[in-house]
């Protein structure tokens, strides 16, 4: 079954000091292993982390027409960072990688199925 792990994080440099070049580097190496890991553990479908919130284009039809606008959905102290698709036995499974995923140092990773995927150019449901 598909999951989700959704990477919730402050913008760098929100809650202090933005971090060193260093930091970015050494979290971009424990990011790439996370990456191995779910590769070779053959659960990996897709990761895409984001660029920051403020780079956000939001777009609606809510009031019929459509309205298009710079700037993320909602204002709000953390923002959705980035976004890991999986495919694993069963939730306890899902929870064991979001565990080891390295922004779990300084974010939150929300931990979701997949109601249906789009895939091969067909929906697809879990069974």
């Known amino acids: 079954m598909r999951y989700s792990l959704i990477f919730h ?3 760098p440099g929100a809650d202090g000091p933005a971090p060193t070049e260093e930091d970015i ?3 971009m ?3 790439d292993d996370f990456g191995q890991a779910l590769t070779s553990a053959g659960v990996f479908i897709a990761w895409e982390m ?3 919130a403020q780079t956000a284009t939001t777009v609606t039809r809510k009031t019929g027409e459509v309205v298009i606008e710079d700037g993320p959905f909602a204002a709000a102290k953390e ?3 980035g976004v890991v698709v999986i495919d694993v ?3 306890e499974a899902a929870l064991a990688w979001a565990e080891k995923f390295p ?3 300084y974010g939150t990773i929300e931990v979701r199925p997949a109601a249906t995927s789009f895939v091969d150019g067909q929906w697809t449901r879990p069974q």
């Open 9 to 11: 994080a402050p913008e």
């Open 25 to 27: 580097q050494e979290m």
């Open 29 to 31: 190496r424990l990011m």
């Open 50 to 52: 984001l660029t920051p």
């Open 79 to 81: 923002t959705l960072a």
């Open 89 to 91: 036995a069963d939730k």
């Open 103 to 105: 922004g779990t140092a």
